[in-house]
């Protein structure tokens, strides 16, 4: 199972323009309003959505609905849509 410190070794986060408070080293983005838009408009491949499973909370790469919490965005794009790490 990959980490979060992994994660945070591979990828390089875009900071929340939209909110200086935002979670996660301000890099955290919400999952409506204009937060979400522009996650919608982003490159997929840069795009992390954060879900709670079962067994906790999870990093997966690209964009989901169901089951999120937030997303990342990062500078690097991910190269396959499998990648998870365990966020918490």
């Known amino acids: 199972m990959k980490d979060l410190d ?3 070794d591979r990828y390089e986060l875009l900071k929340n323009s939209f909110d200086k ?3 996660y080293e301000g890099a955290w983005f919400e ?3 204009e ?4 996650v919608r408009n ?5 795009v992390w959505t954060i ?5 906790g ?3 997966i790469a690209g964009f989901h609905i169901v089951n999120r ?14 990648e998870t790490y365990f966020f918490e």
């Open 69 to 82: 919490l937030g997303y990342l965005i990062t500078q690097t794009p991910w190269k396959s849509d499998d």
């Open 6 to 8: 992994e994660f945070e």
């Open 51 to 55: 879900v709670e499973g079962d067994e």
């Open 31 to 33: 999952t409506y309003g």
């Open 42 to 46: 982003t490159n997929p491949k840069k």
């Open 21 to 23: 408070y935002a979670a």
């Open 57 to 59: 909370i999870w990093l």
């Open 35 to 38: 937060e979400e838009l522009f």
